[in-house]
C-alpha cells in the first residue's frame, strides 16, 4: 500500500520568505509525526497529533513554527519568516495507536534550504 | 530525560564481518526501544524495535539487537555485511508517556569491498 508521502520533495527560499510543507500519512493512521533532521542537531521531534486531541507542541522551536492537521489526516508543517538555520530535512511519520508502543512510518522528506 | 548514545559516528567493516553498533540508554523505566536505517535521499525505515516481548529481538535484513538493562544498552548486530547494508542507522527510545521518538547521532556504516 501507500506509505507516508511529503510535498515538495525540495524547496529553497529566501531568507523572510514564508513555506509550507505537506504530509500525507498512510491511510488510518491517527497519529502523525514531524521531525527535523540538520547537520548540527540531528533529528528532532517538533510536533505531534493523535487523533482528535490537542497536539504535543514541545518540540516546536519557536512561535515561527506551525503546524495543522486538517480532517485528521493531510498536515502542513508552516515556517514563517524563515532563517538560514531553518535549513534541514523536515520528515513527517505516522503510525497506527495500538496498545503498548506504535511503530511510526517515515515519508522521504522535505529537504529547506534558505538562502 | 530519557536519551539515547551513539558511540562512534562512523563504523568501516568489510564485506562478510561482524557488523556492531553501539547504543546506550538512560532510563529509569523499561523504554521503548528502535533502531532504524537510513539510506541516501531517503526516510527513515524500521529495522526493529524492543517493547519488554522478549530481549533479543530480530528485525529485517538479518539484523539483530539485545536488550541488556544491566548495561543499558541495545546494541545492533549482523554476523555478515553485506554492501547493501552501507547506509546510516539510528537508536531511537520512546520517552515514557510520551509517543515521539528521541533520536541518537547517529552510526554511518561503510562496508568495505
Known amino acids: 500500500g501507500a506509505g507516508v508521502s511529503q510535498s515538495p520533495s525540495n524547496k529553497v527560499t529566501e531568507k523572510g520568505k514564508d513555506v509550507e510543507l505537506r504530509c500525507d500519512p498512510i491511510?488510518?493512521?491517527?497519529?502523525l509525526y514531524w521531525y527535523r533532521q540538520s547537520l548540527g542537531q540531528g533529528l528532532e521531534f517538533l510536533i505531534y497529533f493523535q487523533g482528535n486531541s490537542a497536539p504535543d507542541k514541545s518540540g516546536l522551536p519557536s512561535d515561527r513554527f506551525s503546524a495543522e492537521r486538517t480532517g485528521g489526516s493531510v498536515s502542513t508543517l508552516t515556517i514563517q519568516r524563515t532563517q538560514q538555520e531553518d535549513s534541514a530535512v523536515y520528515l513527517c511519520?505516522?503510525?497506527?495507536?495500538?496498545?503498548?508502543?506504535?511503530?511510526?512510518?517515515f515519508g522521504p522528506g522535505t529537504r529547506l534550504t534558505v538562502l | 530525560a530519557q536519551s539515547v548514545t551513539q558511540l562512534g559516528s562512523h563504523v568501516s567493516v568489510s564485506e562478510g564481518a561482524l557488523v556492531l553498533l553501539r547504543c546506550n540508554y538512560s532510563s529509569s523505566v523499561p523504554p521503548y526501544l528502535f533502531w532504524y536505517v537510513q539510506y541516501p535521499n531517503q526516510g527513515l525505515q524500521l529495522l526493529l524495535k524492543y517493547t519488554s516481548a522478549a530481549t533479543l529481538v530480530k528485525g529485517i535484513n538479518g539484523f539483530e539487537a539485545e536488550f541488556k538493562k544491566s548495561e543499558t544498552s541495545f546494541h545492533l548486530t549482523k554476523p555478515s555485511a553485506h554492501m547493501s547494508d552501507a547506509a546510516e542507522y539510528f537508536c531511537?527510545?520512546?520517552?515514557?508517556?510520551?509517543?515521539?521518538?528521541?533520536f541518537g547521532s547517529g552510526t554511518r556504516l561503510q562496508v568495505q569491498p
Open positions: 491511510s488510518g493512521h491517527t497519529a
Open positions: 511519520a505516522s503510525s497506527a495507536l495500538t496498545r503498548g508502543t506504535d511503530t511510526q512510518y
Open positions: 531511537a527510545v520512546s520517552p515514557t508517556g510520551r509517543r515521539a521518538l528521541t
